[in-house]
């Protein structure tokens, strides 16, 4: 069983930059999505970033294209989250997520396994 364990969440300000690290142990198949998603309070988990483990395309939710980098060491088994230009509204716990499950899926509920989430609050 994989277990999936998110690091890097801090405070920090409007406009600054962080950089997210999931570390899944157990076996990293290729057929494997990974992804990130996130969920502020009072609110759903909402779809963020996400990559495969045999490939290299990315995609993202609107609300961060641009601005965050989604990537990927396999010799690792870590994948990245590289957030720029943060805003009060990226402020949430965010969670490393992995399913095997077509390149392009989104919906929280497709992805099996999760980590416990890092908080990362940015302060306007």
């Known amino acids: 069983q994989v277990q999936l364990v998110e690091s890097g969440g801090r405070l920090v300000q409007s406009g600054g930059s962080l950089r997210l690290s999931c570390v899944a142990s157990?076996?990293?198949?290729?057929?494997?999505?990974m992804a990130w998603f996130r969920q502020a309070p009072g609110k759903e988990r909402e779809f963020v970033a996400a990559i495969s483990w045999g490939g290299d395309l990315p995609y993202y939710a609107d609300s961060v294209k641009g601005r965050f980098t989604i990537s990927k060491d396999n010799a690792k088994n870590t994948v990245y989250l590289q957030m720029n230009s943060l805003k009060p509204e990226d402020t949430a716990v965010y969670y490393c997520a992995r399913a095997r499950t077509p390149w392009g899926t989104k919906a929280s509920a497709d992805f099996g396994s999760w980590g416990q989430g890092t908080q990362v609050t940015v302060s306007s």
């Open positions: 157990g076996r990293a198949f290729n057929s494997y999505i």
